[in-house]
T-cell receptor
Framework: LAKTTQPISMDSYEGQEVNITCSHNNIATNDYITWYQQFPSQGPRFIIQGYKTKVTNEVASLFIPADRKSSTLSLPRVSLSDTAVYYCLVGPQYGGNQGGKLIFGQGTELSVKP | DSGVTQTPKHLITATGQRVTLRCSPRSGDLSVYWYQQSLDQGLQFLIQYYNGEERAKGNILERFSAQQFPDLHSELNLSSLELGDSALYFC??????????????FGPGTRLTVL
């Protein structure tokens, strides 16, 4: 499993765009990049997943360069409620009957201020 | 609400005791995963069950065991508890039928305090 490196913490203000970059130099050909969000004392919540180029959903965008050695989670116009820890995970997709464990790193603690 | 339920929400017990944590996955999900989150270790994968059978094992201690029942709910048994077992224990589930894009649905967790 590829090791990931993220900033430990980030600060932002309401209404700003926040970009969190994750480094994964040893990503394998069949690895996908997945981001989770976790609020204090709650379970992590899936945000977005991608393999290459750009993926966008209703809450975030994920940018992946051609070499796939890094990825950037982009949160548009953050609000106070986006204050949370964000985890970058790298690993293969799996069917449920395979070993689908998720390996969480330290995560990035995002603090959004008014 | 993820659809995954865990009971109890809080559990306080003494060292050397045994406890059972319960998890009900989302309707239709065949896979159940257990994770432990402590301040010094972060989120650690413990074990996965798929349709009643163990599928993957992580950093689970020998004092811990789990099982998944025919109705797909799962229980995590922790015995000979130590102070260091104090943590949040999360259960997650996913759809076992198709590739899941690594999306797991986490429950609210059980906070275990060992005194």
């Amino acid at each position: 499993l590829a090791k990931t490196t993220q900033p430990i913490s980030m600060d932002s203000y309401e209404g700003q765009e926040v970009n969190i970059t994750c480094s994964h130099n040893n990503i394998a050909t069949n690895d996908y990049i997945t981001w989770y969000q976790q609020f204090p004392s709650q379970g992590p919540r899936f945000i977005i997943q991608g393999y290459k180029t750009k993926v966008t959903n209703e809450v975030a965008s994920l940018f992946i360069p051609a070499d796939r050695k890094s990825s950037t989670l982009s949160l548009p116009r953050v609000s106070l409620s986006d204050t949370a820890v964000y985890y970058c995970l790298v690993g293969p997709q799996y069917g449920g009957n395979q070993g689908g464990k998720l390996i969480f790193g330290q995560g990035t603690e995002l603090s959004v201020k008014p | 609400d993820s659809g995954v339920t865990q009971t109890p929400k809080h559990l306080i017990t003494a060292t050397g005791q045994r406890v059972t944590l319960r998890c009900s996955p989302r309707s239709g999900d065949l896979s159940v995963y257990w994770y432990q989150q402590s301040l010094d270790q972060g989120l650690q994968f413990l074990i996965q069950y798929y349709n009643g059978e163990e599928r993957a094992k992580g950093n689970i201690l020998e004092r811990f065991s789990a099982q998944q029942f025919p109705d797909l709910h799962s229980e995590l048994n922790l015995s000979s508890l130590e102070l260091g077992d104090s943590a949040l224990y999360f259960c997650a589930s996913s759809d076992g039928g198709n590739p899941t894009y690594n999306e797991q649905f986490f429950g609210p967790g059980t906070r275990l305090t060992v005194l």
